[in-house]
């Protein structure tokens, strides 16, 4: 979660705005976590009501079958936003009712726990994030070993910690997932701790609002696995102090600890360069888009078993391949939409023909224009008249220098191309001056319309 709720009042009487408020905090939470199809939240879950609650149930109002579908499969996820809000734990009854309920107003705790405990230190984990439904390949085939080899090793620790990279969308919170319901199946003695790094500075900053951080620091270092998602959060947050010392201890009594970022921990601006070292000194990995090959094999994995249910032509699942496969997510979700979409319309057969047609409007990827650092470079000194040496040179003119914050700007935010590689491009730079770099453009997109408006073309011009 990204911010802490209070638990209601006792006997607060639960009128239909007090549910409403409360049922809308909770479908803002589901949306900003990200682990439903954001297109299922607009068109079902969104639909959906809170018609009663009490300390230990809460009925919600679903108006068709497919959206008590949808909700009985994230049961899991929405009786824990329950118990954040109410400070209790809340059980989930769907109903195609929504009549005005009549039970007696619900009773809550005054004051929430000193220490919250439920939704936070018990980890819940994604039953379909396993290793066996990850799909292996070139583009993730060292984050799966580092992650499966530190589950089933005893002893020593060999890569501690173990940190995956790489862009939103590639398979690193399934990883996550898959070694949590590993470890709960085949070595149910060990303690798991796992969170996204939000969750955990809400959870800090609650410890010291309370000045329970002693005790929050003695259970999150009662564990065997410690599993962080999202690390890049943690940047410019107050809790890195806290942090610091929880990490280190983890790693001393041999707990082995694996973390996950959209960005290399070198790029992590914002974090003390004391934990920035720490996280480089295990082992760290890569988890890139997946290339043909995997994507087509992901969709096989997700249809499997399903085969007279699903009539689709292998034409169609290599056009899924070859056009929605910049991310895990935007594949499956193509899948899912067509899948939907086949539900409905109840042709013979899912062909090419009808998957263009159901896709038409969804982004795609075309792998014979993919975006690179030299057609960025290309794009920038076309735009002011420049040449490729002019931004790898050590001119200081101006246009040339602002041409090169451009550069270095436009390759971060598109690429997400590390500032090392961006230097070796610009003529040999290091790191540290690419990285002033892009804060300098990040400043003057704010203060200088002219140059603002170079960003914004340039853009158009390579999409």
Not at 246 to 254: A, D, H, M, R
Request: proline content about 4%.
């Amino acid at each position: 979660m990204n911010r802490k709720r209070k638990p209601l009042e006792r006997n607060k009487c639960m009128n239909s705005p007090d549910l409403d408020q409360i049922w809308q905090h909770i479908l803002e939470s589901v949306r900003s976590q990200g682990e439903i199809d954001p297109v299922t939240c607009r068109d079902w879950i969104s639909r959906t009501r809170l018609i009663y609650l009490d300390p230990q149930t809460a009925r919600v109002y679903c108006p068709s079958r497919i959206t008590q579908s949808i909700l009985r499969q994230e049961q899991a996820l929405f009786e824990t936003l329950l118990c954040e809000q109410t400070g209790t734990p809340v059980s989930l009854q769907l109903t195609d009712r929504v009549e005005q309920q009549t039970e007696p107003a619900p009773s809550f705790p005054s004051t929430p726990p000193a220490t919250p405990s439920v939704p936070l230190l018990q980890a819940r984990f994604n039953p379909e994030y396993t290793f066996d439904s990850f799909v292996e390949g070139t583009s993730n085939k060292e984050a799966y070993a580092a992650v499966y080899n530190s589950c089933i090793q005893t002893g020593i620790r060999a890569f501690n910690p173990i940190m995956i990279y790489g862009n939103s969308g590639l398979g690193k919170t399934h990883l996550l997932h898959a070694a949590g319901n590993w470890l709960r199946l085949n070595r149910p003695e060990d303690k798991v701790i796992y969170m996204d790094a939000n969750t955990f500075v809400d959870l800090l900053i609650e410890a010291m609002k309370s000045k329970t951080v002693d005790s929050v620091k003695s259970r999150l270092t009662d564990c065997d696995f410690f599993l962080l998602d999202d690390i890049q959060n943690l940047r410019r947050s107050s809790s890195q102090e806290i942090f610091f010392t929880v990490y280190n201890e983890l790693i001393s009594q041999n707990t082995q600890v694996m973390m996950t970022s959209d960005i290399h921990p070198q790029d992590l601006s914002g974090l003390q360069a004391r934990l920035i070292s720490r996280f480089t000194s295990g082992l760290t990995v890569s988890i890139s888009r997946p290339e043909f090959d995997t994507s087509r094999a992901i969709l096989r994995k997700r249809i499997e078993g399903k085969e007279e249910q699903i009539r689709i032509q292998d034409d169609v699942i290599d056009y899924l391949a070859s056009t929605f496969s910049n991310d895990v997510r935007n594949l499956e979700g193509s899948l899912n939409r067509l899948i939907f979409s086949a539900t409905l319309e109840n042709p013979e057969v899912i062909d090419t023909a009808f998957a263009k047609a159901v896709l038409v409007n969804e982004p795609i990827v075309d792998r014979q224009k993919e975006l690179t650092l030299h057609k960025i470079e290309k794009a920038v000194t076309n735009f002011y008249g420049l040449t490729c040496s002019d931004l790898e040179g050590k001119s200081r003119q101006k246009a040339i220098v602002n041409a090169r914050h451009i550069c270095v700007y436009l390759a971060r935010e598109l690429l997400h191309t590390s500032y090392s590689q961006i230097g070796q491009q610009l003529g040999g730079r290091d790191h540290k001056t690419i990285a002033s770099s892009y804060e300098r453009a990040e400043k003057l997109i704010r203060q200088d319309q002219a140059f603002s408006l170079a960003v914004t073309r340039i853009q158009e011009s390579l999409q």
